[in-house]
């Protein structure tokens, strides 16, 4: 192969136009070709398996669905990083504010600032943990704020309820499971969430 093919596969015109036309097989070549370069790429960046496949397998479905359009494509290689490059920034501004929007949740409302953008965040995400919160048995929102909103230790919670120390960590894994569930379900936050010693982390 030489040094152009190693970015373009020689016949890669045609195969466009193949692969516009609805032809699987010359799509197949282009994919094989194209994804061992892209899954590099971003895995190295991100060193995230699950994301850098889910980001291939939004390229690859985009890409076919809008077949027609790849005949209007000069060089699939410059495309495809275009697209991969914008994914990427797609998903790193997601996380800073999915991370923003984590610091606000256990905070009073008082205690967020007059920013809107702060407000909003709060608002959007405080809120639906608190409907998650108001699901929770009693005893386990009771044990539940005490470590988030409280700051008290195991210990402190075990002597102030009259339980022991592993209930009140049996009371929080339930606690956090329940949260991060319904996060999921409702926010579409994905992250494991670990709460303890009063802090919500994304991990």
Same mark, same amino acid.
């Given at each position: 192969?030489?040094?152009?093919?190693?970015?373009?596969?020689?016949?890669?015109?045609? %195969?466009?136009?193949?692969?516009?036309?609805?032809?699987?097989?010359?799509?197949?070549?282009?994919?094989?070709?194209?994804?061992?370069?892209?899954?590099?790429?971003?895995?190295?960046?991100?060193?995230?398996?699950?994301?850098?496949?889910?980001?291939?397998?939004?390229?690859? %479905?985009?890409?076919?669905? =809008?077949?027609?359009?790849?005949?209007?494509?000069?060089?699939?290689?410059?495309?495809?990083?275009?697209?991969?490059?914008?994914?990427?920034?797609?998903?790193?501004?997601?996380?800073?504010?999915?991370?923003?929007?984590?610091?606000?949740?256990?905070?009073?409302?008082?205690?967020?600032? =007059? =920013?809107?953008?702060?407000? %909003?965040?709060?608002?959007?995400?405080?809120?639906?943990?608190?409907?998650?919160?108001?699901?929770?048995?009693?005893?386990?929102?009771?044990?539940?704020?005490?470590?988030?909103?409280?700051?008290?230790?195991?210990?402190?919670?075990?002597?102030?309820?009259?339980?022991?120390?592993?209930?009140?960590?049996?009371?929080?894994?339930?606690?956090?499971?329940?949260?991060?569930?319904y996060l999921h379900i409702h926010a579409g936050i994905s992250a494991t969430i670990?709460?303890?010693?009063?802090?919500?982390?994304?991990?």
């Amino acid at each position: 192969m030489n040094k152009t093919a190693a970015y373009q596969l020689e016949a890669e015109p045609l %195969l466009l136009q193949r692969a516009a036309a609805g032809d699987r097989s010359a799509y197949a070549v282009l994919y094989q070709f194209y994804l061992p370069k892209l899954y590099h790429y971003l895995y190295g960046i991100i060193r995230s398996k699950e994301d850098t496949e889910e980001i291939l397998q939004d390229i690859f %479905l985009k890409l076919w669905e =809008n077949k027609e359009d790849l005949t209007e494509i000069k060089t699939l290689n410059s495309y495809l990083f275009k697209i991969a490059r914008n994914r990427l920034m797609n998903l790193y501004d997601h996380q800073k504010v999915r991370r923003k929007a984590m610091d606000y949740i256990g905070r009073d409302g008082e205690a967020i600032g =007059n =920013n809107s953008e702060d407000s %909003l965040i709060y608002s959007q995400y405080g809120e639906i943990v608190e409907r998650a919160l108001s699901q929770l048995p009693p005893k386990r929102r009771q044990v539940f704020e005490m470590s988030l909103r409280q700051e008290m230790s195991h210990d402190q919670i075990a002597e102030a309820m009259q339980i022991s120390k592993s209930m009140v960590k049996k009371q929080l894994t339930a606690a956090n499971r329940h949260v991060k569930e319904y996060l999921h379900i409702h926010a579409g936050i994905s992250a494991t969430i670990t709460i303890a010693a009063g802090l919500i982390i994304f991990q």
